[in-house]
């Protein structure tokens, strides 16, 4: 078959806050090949992905997405591989084509997957899908308090394990810090895995990083998460070196599995953590966690919109018995839980379990997107170049 | 003086073809500040960088790259590096806002050093520029023939160095690779220095690099460029490692400081290549530069674009006597001359000087773009948010 269509959906909540939650838009994506369609999910910056599919050709090496998708053979896994290498190779110099690819090469998995009648995950090569343990993903309240009453809502909802990010945390005092860390143990009791997230709030000061260290270990923090800039890799050794308990997760920014497998070599990282919104879909996701397993890193992924992400995310670590732990949005806006008509639910042990259905094994709700789309257009010297 | 309007223009030749050669369009940048502004460019694909400019904001670490910089203050050094650091935490998640915010940052200090009076390399710490030995940049032809008569073409121009790159090279045979390298090294001489850049052509094949390394030797190749996938950390340590005299160069990939750290640190590069219009302007650029001074490792731009983005590339590292060679688009497109009034011109030796003239000393020549400009509209919802 050849890969007819790329359609996008810009999708977005009516009012868009500058807080730190990932699920107030969303950019799907649709590609038809043959009888068959398949849907992924970019993440972030809907407008720029788009851009990155139609923009005009800046040289051999500065192709818009679209001149390595178009127009493609698509019957095998092996052709996902190949067209991943000729957008490496002709959008090597177009900084965003990665995060646009990435919705793209999750929607050919689906295809595919619907095409044999199999889920993602036995295309992967996994016999079975392991049931995850979802860690709740929720940002800290402006106050302890609030963030107290966040932990206790998650404890509620019925998951074992949450993680805690953004807000205030790390931006004020040390005490505040410290503050915040014991409301959130406080809320979630004495059992429950506590993680943390920093979103890069250090930067590369290491010394404010290691001045948290002990305050996460007193309340037993599983992982501190990226607590500098991604790129910060020998910031991110030697903080882990300083640890005694926590370890230290990142990996989310990775757009590339070369950046992935530098964070594991030389950033030492204890968890790794893989959007495959942005490191070019699944295929390059299960090749981190074939290397992380190989390497005794726990493999994580990282997820912040709508459950056909989830379950995109969760397809290529399905089968790895020993990584059990996944990222659950835990509050997301109403549009992330539009996109889909089924949705992932806790069972009685607070696991979700992946479908054994084909491709992703979501029912995308296309219908219910027209309250929440953004129509874009774009044109060049009045010619259009995209519209939708 | 607050940042007032940044202006973009995205200039074209008529037709772009798919060859190596990134002169064919351009994006310069306009900041314009109190009586004052600044010109910058930022390197490829114009219609992306302007959407990341612009877009919509999809949450607290991934808004438009604008909301960083109009209305911001601007009376000196130290808040270019304020602005980059609202840049990097604002649009932590939209890829391609460091392309766009490097066109701004160099433009920042054109605006600032015509403020003061001053040439940029002043206002970075340095007493003197020193004159620099340009390399013709040139890509491979497709016979060894065209590639030789480059290469005598280059030494007729006055050049002392000249790189090869792209084109066919890599992906041919060995044999084919072999005769390439005899073809310029028989067009430059025996005493010009000769560069390879091979484009990422190997990906992570580290045999395959590995193969070409007595033949490059054997013509006396400075430097072979990018052997690898620009993230591919290990291969470039590994390959390194596996030279006698040749040493492994990279680094124009990246787009961020840390980036560019880690493929000194980790890649064990022995030239760290950096392209401004990348990674993030000249205030990082600068730090690199003194990074690689201090570790033994040659500092070189990377610019394949006009003389305004030349004369950007040179400011970091102008006042270092020890890193000599720098890259010269030898061959571009008449769009790139066509962007300033002035040009580098090479000396009795071969060597061009930076000017002792205010900001980046060039004269952008403004009413030239017309015959160039590409008009992008941008509309959301019927809602324009670009045109220009």
């Known amino acids: 078959m050849k890969i007819e269509a790329v359609d996008f959906s810009y999708l977005s909540m009516p009012v868009v806050t500058d807080d730190g939650d990932g699920s107030q838009d969303a950019l799907v994506v649709k590609v ?27 040289h051999g090496a500065c192709q818009p997405v679209k001149n390595s998708v178009l127009g493609q053979q698509i019957d095998d896994v092996s052709d996902i591989e190949r067209i991943a290498r000729l957008v490496a190779r002709n959008s090597m110099d177009l900084l965003q084509a990665q995060h646009t690819w990435s919705g793209i090469e999750i929607a050919l998995w689906d295809l595919l997957g619907k095409m044999r009648s199999e889920p993602v995950w036995r295309l992967l090569g996994y016999e079975q899908a392991y049931p995850k343990t979802p860690y709740a993903s929720v940002l800290f309240g402006d106050t302890p308090q609030q963030t107290l009453e966040r932990a206790q809502d998650a404890r509620q909802r019925g998951f074992t394990a949450a993680k805690f990010g953004w807000g205030p945390f790390g931006a004020l005092s040390l005490q505040d810090d410290l503050d915040q860390l014991k409301a959130v143990r406080e809320g979630l009791g004495p059992d429950a895995s506590l993680l943390v997230d920093a979103g890069q709030i250090w930067g590369t000061d290491l010394e404010a990083a290691k001045a948290r260290l002990s305050g996460l270990e007193a309340v037993g923090a599983m992982w501190l998460e990226e607590p500098f800039y991604a790129d910060a890799l020998s910031d991110y050794a030697d903080l882990q070196a300083c640890c005694e308990t926590v370890r230290i997760a990142g990996g989310e920014a990775a757009h590339s599995e070369g950046m992935a497998r530098n964070i594991i070599d030389f950033g030492k990282v204890g968890f790794i953590q893989i959007d495959c919104g942005r490191i070019g879909g699944i295929g390059p996701a299960k090749a981190i966690s074939d290397y992380a397993s190989d390497r005794g890193i726990t493999y994580v992924n990282h997820t912040f919109t709508s459950h056909l992400a989830l379950s995109a995310s969760l397809q290529p670590y399905a089968g790895k018995s020993g990584d059990l732990i996944c990222e659950f949005p835990a509050m997301p806006r109403q549009l992330a839980l539009d996109i889909t008509r089924n949705h992932f639910s806790l069972d009685l042990n607070g696991q979700i379990h992946l479908p054994d259905a084909p491709g992703l094994g979501m029912e995308v709700n296309e219908e219910g997107f027209t309250d929440y789309l953004i129509e874009i257009e774009i044109s060049a010297n009045g010619k259009n170049l995209y519209r939708g």
Request: proline share 7%.
């Open 32 to 58: 038809s090949a043959g009888d068959f369609t398949g849907w992924g999910e970019c993440e972030a910056s809907p407008l720029v992905s788009i851009a990155a599919f139609v923009t005009p050709m800046s």
